[in-house]
């Protein structure tokens, strides 16, 4: 096939296990809208989950979805009426569209609404398309612009930052308190920062990959606890944010969590019926909320990018957009050591970079 002018191209999940780049219409954005030349994404759990069993939740695939909800690019074009908006400016995205209005019991809450279309979400029917492809028209209103001196590689990590800053902000305040966080992917490596942004006296983390409880000292942990070496998780921390989803986590952090302090669940547990210990729940009278998404924590995250919260030690691998399906499967694989795997989706495509090098040592600096 000949690609013209007016083609694109997108990474396109079509069924569990079949993920392709597949070329699309170029689209114009309509009245309110912007055209967006996407150059990064980093991929996301409910990413992996589309391409590995074509769902993510409930959300089941009903026809193919481009992926991809972690992003920033730049405008490439303005629709009618848009104001403030000019054509080359970096941007990123809020990847979240209201459907209809929200309950007045959920006033201030949009991340709570029970119908959003959400970027790269099968949830409804036609699905929504994410911005993993060259370009994308996004409503005007969900447009973030990038504070100086903050890169779109950077700009597309907002999204995942608002939600570690959505998690802490379930907290009243977080100064002068100790903080244990348990699991130390790339969400619990953004709360380990995004604690510290808060005035947190001292952050923990724990996990079960060496490699991750790196990532989690470069981000601002004071000390970490390999749970595979059979550490045990410390004592009497004042906030524990649960990031790994894992039911079986459950107990010891209940345990770990001060009496009369407070668990705040991040990482999403299954749906199916899971055997845990959950006495300390009451017998240490111990607050447990859960944090969802994020409502408008993206502003307050490029505030901080802007105020100097660095990033980039989350970012472990970089592969460009035509191998999309590579990077899904070295961020899915737990033997690989990834951290978050970002996608080049325009502005120049590098070949695809393992930092550090490929000698599978996980760097201690980035570029």
């Not at 695939?61 to 074009?77: C, D, F, K, Q």
């Not at 569209?97 to 119908?115: D, F, I, S, Y």
Request: aromatic share 4%; charged share 20%; with cysteine.
């Amino acid at each position: 096939m000949t690609r013209t002018d007016n083609a694109m191209k997108a990474v396109v999940v079509h069924g569990a296990g079949d993920v392709r780049i597949d070329e699309r219409p170029r689209p114009v954005p309509a009245p309110g809208e912007v055209l967006l030349a996407m150059e990064w994404g980093g991929i996301c759990g409910s990413d992996i989950a589309y391409w590995k069993k074509g769902a993510s939740g409930t959300a089941a695939l009903t026809h193919p979805l481009v992926l991809g909800h972690e992003v920033a690019g730049r405008i490439a074009a303005v629709g009618a009426g848009v104001r403030g908006l000019a054509e080359g400016e970096p941007v990123t995205v809020h990847p979240a569209q209201l459907v209809g209005r929200l309950p007045e019991r959920l006033a201030g809450r949009t991340n709570l609404h029970p119908h959003v279309r959400y970027f790269g979400s099968a949830a409804h029917t036609p699905h929504t398309d994410g911005g993993f492809s060259e370009f994308r028209t996004v409503p005007a209103a969900q447009v973030r612009l990038l504070p100086g001196g903050v890169g779109t590689e950077s700009g597309a990590l907002a999204e995942p930052l608002a939600v570690a800053l959505h998690a802490v902000g379930r907290v009243p305040s977080l100064s002068g308190r100790t903080v244990l966080v348990n699991g130390a992917g790339p969400i619990g490596a953004l709360v380990v920062a995004a604690a510290k942004h808060h005035g947190a006296r001292e952050v923990v983390a724990a996990d079960l990959s060496a490699a991750s409880l790196d990532v989690a000292r470069r981000m601002g942990a004071d000390a970490t606890f390999d749970v595979s070496r059979g550490e045990e998780l410390p004592r009497d921390a004042d906030v524990v944010f649960e990031a790994s989803g894992a039911p079986a986590a459950l107990g010891p952090v209940l345990r770990a969590t001060a009496r009369g302090g407070t668990l705040v669940q991040v990482g999403n547990l299954p749906g199916t019926a899971e055997p845990t210990t959950l006495g300390d729940l009451v017998t240490r009278e111990i607050t447990w909320i859960g944090s969802y998404r994020f409502v408008d924590e993206i502003d307050d995250a490029l505030r901080a990018l802007r105020d100097g919260l660095d990033v980039s030690p989350v970012i472990s691998h970089r592969f460009p957009l035509d191998q999309a399906a590579q990077a899904l499967a070295v961020a899915a694989d737990p033997a690989s050591t990834s951290s978050k795997v970002m996608l080049r989706l325009g502005g120049g495509t590098p070949a695809a970079e393992r930092l550090g090098g490929t000698s599978g040592r996980r760097p201690t600096a980035h570029p």
